[in-house]
């Protein structure tokens, strides 16, 4: 008989979710607008602590898209993008008929290389090309050089959106992720760390970034009594049973935050007597990481040959669930003419690094499990 599967990242339910879906039937509230779309907003909007206005939209993509509609983008721009993320991060890019421009990790915090960065500013400036934005990744929860890279951003004057799809809860010098850009991006889908089954949101300096991103993510509804439209809209705005969902979400968010860094702790102390495994973990305290996942590098000249492949397939055996690192955008196929500015930090990481089951809903049984695979295969 197979064993139950242990997700890498699967949702957990805090129990509240289901009152706010009830009131929405209740109310007939069906429609992608409502008390629950404008309360969830006002949830993450309390919960950054920032002075921040939040949008509640169908995806982080389509908050990313409405994020470089507003800065400007046009066919034929550039917009500088961390390579080693989900391809969400650059596909809307695309959408715009712009060109990405992929940048190197730097091995800290596996995010954008600020020397990289300002490499690939100076030389598409020196090629005539229009640089509009910067799009950086908080990757598996960790915050990005953040200080490096605006510096280097202000320099050249060039606006940042941050994807923070998933580092709801991660801070860098106490500063929520998602509040230090231009734009924000979040993500509330399946495996992130609170879901609405499927929906994002746009952390938008000012009322007036929130009132045009909801324009957009409604059709661009011009304000007549009839259908008029001045520009070209989008379908994006989170249903009002989706945003219950994230309101009961939001009140677990905390919590599923420490039970990710606990798992992260786990890690630690199941690699610490292995030689050749890192756990990914921050490097100095102004990171803090929600662990979104936990990951690992492996190298194996230390592990005796024991490689990261063999270390998923182990875990696959006994129906445990792991995946190499994102590919870096400059090695898919999609993207293989774009520019790439960088060493082979991204590639070198995908090569070498595992994520491991890191799902709040994780139980001391799932734990026992993972940690026999592992001791067994390196026979601790």
């Not at 008390?35 to 389509?62: C, M, R, W």
């Not at 598996?140 to 280097?152: A, D, F, R, S, T």
Request: aromatic share 8%.
């Amino acid at each position: 008989m197979e064993k139950p599967k242990i997700w890498l990242s699967s949702p957990h339910m805090g129990g509240e979710e289901q009152n706010f879906v009830n009131a929405a039937f209740q109310e007939n509230w069906v429609a992608p607008l409502g008390p629950n779309v404008n309360g969830f907003e006002e949830d993450i909007e309390n919960y950054l602590q920032a002075d921040k206005k939040v949008a509640a939209l169908s995806s982080g993509t389509a908050a990313l898209h409405l994020a470089l509609i507003q800065l400007g983008v046009q066919p034929g721009d550039e917009v500088l993008c961390q390579s080693m993320t989900f391809a969400a991060s650059a596909n809307p890019i695309t959408y715009l008929g712009a060109n990405p421009v992929f940048i190197d990790s730097e091995p800290t915090t596996w995010n954008i290389c600020p020397k990289a960065l300002e490499k690939a500013i100076l030389d598409r400036k020196a090629k005539g090309k229009t640089i509009k934005a910067i799009v950086i990744v908080h990757l598996y929860g960790m915050p990005c050089l953040w200080n490096e890279v605006k510096q280097i951003a202000d320099k050249h004057q060039i606006p940042i959106i941050e994807d923070a799809a998933e580092a709801l809860g991660s801070t860098y010098k106490g500063k929520k992720c998602g509040t230090l850009g231009q734009f924000g991006v979040l993500s509330f889908n399946g495996n992130k760390i609170i879901t609405t089954s499927g929906g994002g949101a746009l952390v938008c300096a000012t009322t007036q970034a929130k009132q045009k991103t909801v324009f957009y993510a409604t059709q661009a509804r011009d304000n007549a009594p009839h259908y008029q439209h001045t520009h070209i809209g989008y379908n994006y705005r989170l249903s009002n049973i989706s945003a219950g969902i994230g309101r009961g979400q939001m009140q677990v968010l905390d919590k599923h935050i420490d039970l990710r860094r606990q798992m992260n702790a786990f890690y630690q102390a199941l690699f610490a007597p292995i030689a050749g495994v890192e756990v990914f973990s921050e490097p100095t305290a102004d990171f803090f990481s929600n662990h979104w996942l936990s990951a690992i590098l492996v190298d194996t000249n230390k592990t005796g040959g024991i490689s990261r492949e063999d270390i998923r397939l182990a875990l696959q055996e006994e129906n445990i669930e792991s995946r190499p690192l994102w590919k870096p955008m400059h090695l898919q196929p999609i993207f293989k003419e774009a520019p790439y500015y960088g060493e082979k930090v991204a590639e070198n990481l995908f090569d070498s690094g595992l994520c491991l089951p890191s799902g709040s809903n994780l139980t001391d049984q799932d734990r026992e499990r993972i940690k026999t695979t592992i001791q067994k295969l390196f026979k601790q």
